[in-house]
Each structure stands twice: as structure tokens, then as C-alpha cells.
């Protein structure tokens, strides 16, 4: 059978398995050497030169999901932001960035670049207007994330990965939030999809992985400047990511339906001021996310009344685990002033809308109705707190 006729869920069940010919197992074998011949062999094979049989294999899952003809796989998501980036950039160059990034993407710019000489400018808005007008001569690379850490904001993908192919500059995206099941930017357009694997294609908060995706060209050009940067990742990881992706439908579309409906109870939650969720038709970019989704994620943010203390919130959840990172299986929360984004200054974060009140949530895979319970119980406890103090 031809793979690229595959669906979802077997894509991620069978795609770049591997094939136990000694025993027949159906699990794919792992195979952990890390020394392997160089006489009378067709390849030359090294961890770091990213092509052991467990990493190839789950290369071409990967590629698979994202309807690329390549990807490498690297030791965690900047990893592969930092390697992708770096790989089509010199000194001198320029990038045009999305002004709401993670904020390891954002300091990974502003402390970095200028070390390699390499300018960028952040576009001011969304629309694909925004971004145009800050290109210039030597702009080489556009980079997007959408939807965005931590708001979820989400662009016009398809439309601005047109207008820089109209200028002959590679665009990227980092699809971590949406995961490929949700999202393909390479359908829209794109050049390079990256992705945080620790998330979605992970799932299970156990694993530290990236992943980029795109033409054969493209990944030999990261691959000539990862190979000698050395972000690669342990087979035995390899192998665990393997077998966390054969899940990742099923994973993230029972996340998708939690979200989409915990979202909607948060909306009109008292204690709450604001939600940041793509799926709500009050999100400002809920039509945009509508034409180019699949699904809208398991992740959203929201803001807490000033009624609310909210380091006394998160404490009182019970099922909802306080904790960094997203995307597994059980739900958590932070606060992205003190985690993903406190790298940024205070008055960064408030010019992207990040107040100390947001928290980002990553709904997991638990009964809807027990993560609203957990969430009533919580504010009800610190309220009854606050009245008695």
C-alpha cells in the first residue's frame, strides 16, 4: 500500500516502523548502539549525523505527518528553532518575526542575533500587511507561530507564506500548539514546519524533543549545520517518541473536544475576565483559525478578576497540576509571566497582552466535568479565603 494514501491515525500507528525481523514483534525494535561499521557499508552511521535506524524512522513518520519529503529530529524544541534559523541566515541578513512568539523564541532573538550579525524586526500586527511592510532587501526568512504562546494568536498563514514566496524568502512556522492533527502549514504554503516534540507529538510530559519537517533541500541544509551543532537525540528517546505519536490522534482530538468546551465554560465563569481560545467565536481571530484548522487545540489561556489571587488559585486546583511545559495527557497550568515568558520584561509582556493575571492552560484527556468541578471547588476555596482574612 502507498503511505501518502493514509490516514491520521495510521500514519501515526505504522508510517517509519520499523520491522522486528528476528522475533516479529509489532513494536518497532530499538536499536541503542551508538558505534556501527564504516568498512563495506552503504552508509556511514552516527548519532550525530542523525541517521541511526530508530531516528531515520521516525523521521519519515514525522515527514508523513506533515506531508513533507524530510525532517530531522533534534533534542529539544529550540534545538530545532535555533538549527532551522541559523541554517538560512548570515551576517547581515534580516528575519521578519511574528511579534507574539514562546518566549525561548524571543530571547533566543533578541540575545543571540547579534552575536551573528543578523537583524530582524517584529511585525506589529497579524495581517499579512503587517509583515510585508516591515520586509526589506536582505530579509531571508519569515517566522510565524500560530496559534501563538501564550495567547493564541493565530495569523493567515497561507497568506503570508504567499507573500514571501513572492519575494523569494524561505518561511517557517512553529506548529507545536496546533500539532500536525490540527494543523498542516506546509498545505498552506509554508517552507519549514518546526516543532516543540516535548508537546503534542510527545504527549506523555516524559519526553525532551524537537522536530523540523520540509523539502529534501531545506532539512540537507539544517542537517549540514546540525550535524557539526550536535542537537541530536538519544535513540532510546527516539524510540519513546516513536511510540508516543502511534497515539496522537486519538491524544489530541479527545483534547480538542475538552478545550473547546471548557473553553466556553470559562467564558462565562465570573472569576474570569478574559479567554484566549482560538475555537470561541469571540476570539479575534476565530475566522482565520476557522479556514486553515482542523481542530483548535487543546491549549488556551485566560485571566483571572483581581477578586482572584492567583498564586492561591493554582494552589487550591486539585486535579489540574500547577507545572511547566504542556500538551500531555493530564491537564496543568502556569503562569507565563513566571515561566514561558519571564525571560521578557514587564513591559514586553504587557505590549503582547501577557498581564501577571493570564494563565495558560493545557487541557488534558481527564472528564470535562471533573476539570470544571476542579476549577469551581478552587475558586470557591479562595474566595471563602479572602473572606476571611
Known amino acids: 500500500?502507498?503511505?501518502?494514501?493514509?490516514?491520521?491515525?495510521?500514519?501515526?500507528?505504522?508510517?517509519?516502523?520499523?520491522?522486528?525481523?528476528?522475533?516479529g514483534g509489532v513494536v518497532s525494535p530499538l536499536f541503542p548502539s551508538t558505534a556501527y561499521p564504516f568498512e563495506h557499508v552503504d552508509q556511514k552511521?552516527?548519532?550525530?549525523?542523525?541517521?541511526?535506524?530508530?531516528?531515520?524512522?521516525?523521521?519519515?513518520?514525522?515527514?508523513?505527518?506533515?506531508?513533507?519529503?524530510?525532517?530531522?529530529?533534534?533534542?529539544?524544541?529550540?534545538?530545532?528553532i535555533s538549527t532551522t534559523v541559523l541554517a538560512f541566515l548570515k551576517s547581515g541578513d534580516?528575519?521578519?518575526?511574528q511579534k507574539e512568539l514562546y518566549g525561548g523564541t524571543h530571547n533566543f532573538i533578541v540575545e543571540e542575533f547579534k552575536r551573528f550579525g543578523i537583524n530582524y524586526s517584529f511585525a506589529q500586527g497579524r495581517h499579512v500587511d503587517e509583515f510585508e511592510k516591515v520586509m526589506q532587501p536582505n530579509t531571508k526568512v519569515v517566522y510565524l507561530e500560530s496559534p501563538s504562546n501564550p495567547l493564541l494568536s493565530v495569523v493567515d498563514i497561507q497568506a503570508i507564506a504567499k507573500m514571501a514566496k513572492s519575494k523569494g524568502v524561505l518561511s517557517m512556522i512553529d506548529n507545536t500548539f496546533a500539532s500536525p492533527?490540527?494543523?498542516?502549514?506546509?498545505?498552506?504554503?509554508?517552507?519549514?514546519?518546526?516543532?516543540?516534540?516535548?508537546?503534542?507529538?510527545?504527549?506523555?510530559?516524559?519526553?525532551?524533543?524537537?522536530?523540523?519537517?520540509?523539502?529534501?533541500?531545506?532539512?540537507?541544509?539544517?542537517?549540514?549545520?546540525?550535524?557539526?551543532?550536535?542537537?541530536?537525540?538519544?535513540?532510546?528517546?527516539?524510540?519513546?517518541?516513536?511510540?508516543s505519536i502511534k497515539t496522537l490522534g486519538v491524544r489530541v482530538k479527545a483534547q480538542n473536544r475538552n478545550a473547546k468546551k471548557l473553553a466556553k465554560y470559562l467564558s462565562k465563569n465570573e472569576a474570569i475576565s478574559k479567554v484566549f481560545y482560538p475555537g470561541l467565536s469571540s476570539?479575534?481571530?476565530h475566522d482565520i483559525a476557522k479556514k486553515q484548522m482542523k481542530g483548535y487545540g487543546g491549549m488556551m489561556s485566560f485571566e483571572l478578576n483581581e477578586d482572584i489571587d492567583v498564586s492561591s488559585f493554582m494552589d487550591a486546583l486539585q486535579i489540574i497540576k500547577?507545572?511547566?511545559?504542556?500538551?500531555?495527557?493530564?491537564?496543568?497550568?502556569?503562569?507565563?509571566?513566571?515561566?514561558?515568558h519571564a525571560l521578557l520584561s514587564a513591559e514586553e509582556r504587557e505590549a503582547q497582552g501577557i498581564s501577571d493575571r493570564v494563565l495558560r492552560f493545557s487541557v488534558g484527556i481527564e472528564d470535562r466535568k471533573d476539570l470544571i468541578a476542579d476549577f469551581e471547588q478552587a475558586i470557591a476555596k479562595v474566595r471563602a479565603e479572602q473572606l476571611q482574612a
Open 1 to 23: 500500500m502507498k503511505t501518502e494514501n493514509f490516514k491520521l491515525n495510521t500514519i501515526c500507528t505504522h508510517v517509519g516502523e520499523l520491522e522486528d525481523k528476528q522475533f
Open 45 to 80: 552511521r552516527y548519532p550525530r549525523y542523525f541517521n541511526t535506524p530508530n531516528q531515520q524512522a521516525l523521521a519519515k513518520k514525522l515527514a508523513a505527518l506533515e506531508y513533507a519529503e524530510s525532517a530531522l529530529i533534534f533534542g529539544s524544541g529550540m534545538a530545532a
Open 94 to 97: 534580516h528575519v521578519v518575526l
Open 181 to 243: 492533527v490540527n494543523q498542516n502549514p506546509i498545505k498552506l504554503g509554508v517552507d519549514l514546519v518546526i516543532h516543540s516534540a516535548t508537546k503534542y507529538l510527545g504527549g506523555h510530559s516524559d519526553i525532551l524533543a524537537g522536530a523540523v519537517c520540509g523539502s529534501e533541500a531545506h532539512i540537507q541544509q539544517i542537517y549540514s549545520l546540525a550535524k557539526n551543532l550536535g542537537g541530536t537525540l538519544s535513540d532510546y528517546t527516539v524510540w519513546l517518541l516513536e511510540r
Open 283 to 285: 476570539h479575534p481571530d
Open 322 to 340: 500547577p507545572a511547566m511545559s504542556l500538551a500531555g495527557v493530564e491537564s496543568t497550568i502556569l503562569s507565563p509571566a513566571q515561566t514561558s
